[in-house]
């Protein structure tokens, strides 16, 4: 079956997602920016771009306050909602130029019962279904191409004539994929936990790693590889590997979010804070540690990676950006590489170099991915490397730190 497709919001991960969608389907695309496309055609306006459309995406962002990005602590601020204004006008605006023959798709992250009590009464004149998506930047066509499931939110939960349009609409873009259909608020509820199952996940193994570093004759590898293997209560070997913490422009907010949920329903406890918490003061310990070694060895900070995840150019949420928020905090100065930000010292001497992008952990699966795997500077003779992937080799004239490997005698040790 063909569709005419008109995706509203083609930024950052809209765009990619039109650009799959037209793979297989007639596509069009409108956003309040310019925005340019090989494979997808730009509408001038909304009208324009939803006439004769049968399903409309929306890809609108759902912000936090730039305070709650992640990059600097944020535990003790006062819990917030996203802000959904943005999706809102466009939901009104929408509603306008559509009618009840066309499918209105919303992907953007909400908490739950949001679209039950604030978004699909903006738009009666067309049908609306939640339908958001389990994507990140760096790798959303793959993502989108191969999802772990796909989510689709009906107001009573059952497989409507609507969520029977969007399975035949993924077929040939997924093939045999599965799908989790439920309430608008039940899909919105397995979208925002999915994002905090993983927040939670790194916490814990960070955790095994602030262990294994304080203790002694520990390699967290050790440990975590063991618990990889405990597949029947642990279920995935996915975020089980130590080092850098949770980041983006997803699962810190999120988190945040949640924490803000947790107090309108007054449930009492807030395990949401407790991860936030918990990234925070790991990436304090892992400051100290680069201070430290920059301290007794008298030698600048660079940090290899300033961008949330290796291969893309945006800080959102960035754990790179709160582990030098710790080392301003001490005293320690940073200087960043990153070809990704644009930042490309000129190093000419040794240097203490925390090894924050590793794109081998970052994109296990996603392996086609053409992102450095080497780090952006070079390392030279009388450096210390803190690497808290514990995957950079033993090298002549340089000392290894491998971050959460605490052994003595430790094949990945010290140089």
């Given at each position: 079956m063909t569709f005419k497709v008109c995706v509203v919001g083609v930024g950052k991960l809209?765009?990619?997602?039109?650009?799959?969608?037209a793979e297989h389907y007639d596509v069009v695309g409108y956003d309040i920016a310019p925005r340019v496309s090989d494979s997808v055609k730009m509408e001038p306006s909304l009208e324009d771009a939803v006439r004769g459309r049968d399903i409309i995406f929306v890809a609108v962002e759902t912000p936090h306050d730039p305070a709650y990005g992640g990059a600097a602590p944020?535990?003790?601020?006062?819990?917030?909602?996203f802000d959904y204004s943005r999706v809102k006008q466009v939901l009104r605006d929408l509603n306008e130029v559509t009618n009840r023959s066309q499918l209105v798709v919303l992907i953007s992250t909400v908490l739950p019962g949001t679209?039950?009590?604030?978004?699909?009464?903006?738009?009666?004149?067309?049908?609306?279904i939640?339908?958001?998506?389990?994507?990140?930047?760096?790798?959303?066509?793959?993502?989108?191409?191969n999802p772990e499931m796909i989510i689709i939110g009906t107001e009573d939960g059952t497989v409507t004539g609507d969520a029977a349009v969007l399975q035949r609409f993924y077929q040939p873009i997924t093939g045999s994929t599965r799908y989790a259909i439920g309430t608008w608020d039940e899909a919105e509820c397995i979208k925002i936990f999915y994002n905090t199952f993983i927040s939670m996940k790194i916490g814990v193994v960070n955790m095994i790693m602030d262990v294994a570093q304080n203790n002694g004759n520990i390699d967290v590898d050790v440990v975590t590889d063991a618990l990889k293997g405990a597949d029947q209560r642990i279920v995935s070997t996915r975020y089980m590997t130590a080092g850098m913490g949770d980041g983006g422009p997803c699962h810190p907010r999120d988190n945040i979010a949640l924490r803000f949920l947790a107090d309108r329903l007054d449930l009492g406890y807030d395990l949401f804070?407790?991860?936030?918490?918990?990234?925070e003061r790991q990436a304090e310990n892992l400051a100290k540690v680069v201070a430290q070694a920059a301290a007794t060895h008298k030698l600048p900070?660079?940090?290899?990676?300033?961008?949330?995840?290796p291969g893309v150019p945006f800080t959102d949420g960035s754990y790179?950006?709160?582990?030098?928020?710790?080392?301003?905090?001490?005293?320690a100065p940073v200087i960043w590489a990153d070809p990704e930000t644009n930042d490309r010292p000129d190093v000419s001497g040794p240097c203490v170099c925390l090894l924050a992008h590793n794109a081998v952990v970052a994109y296990p699966e996603a392996s086609g991915l053409s992102h450095a795997k080497a780090p952006y500077i070079p390392i030279l003779p009388g450096s210390v490397v803190v690497d808290p992937w514990r995957l950079f080799p033993a090298t002549e004239g340089i000392t290894v730190i491998p971050y959460g490997n605490s052994r003595v005698g430790r094949d990945k040790g010290i140089a």
């Open positions: 809209g765009l990619p997602c039109a650009e799959v969608f944020s535990s003790s601020l006062k819990p917030k909602d679209s039950r009590e604030q978004l699909v009464s903006l738009i009666p004149n067309a049908r609306f939640y339908n958001p998506y389990l994507i990140a930047m760096g790798s959303v066509k793959w993502d989108l191409a804070q407790s991860i936030i918490e918990s990234r900070i660079i940090i290899n990676g300033k961008s949330y995840k790179s950006l709160l582990v030098a928020h710790f080392l301003s905090q001490m005293g």
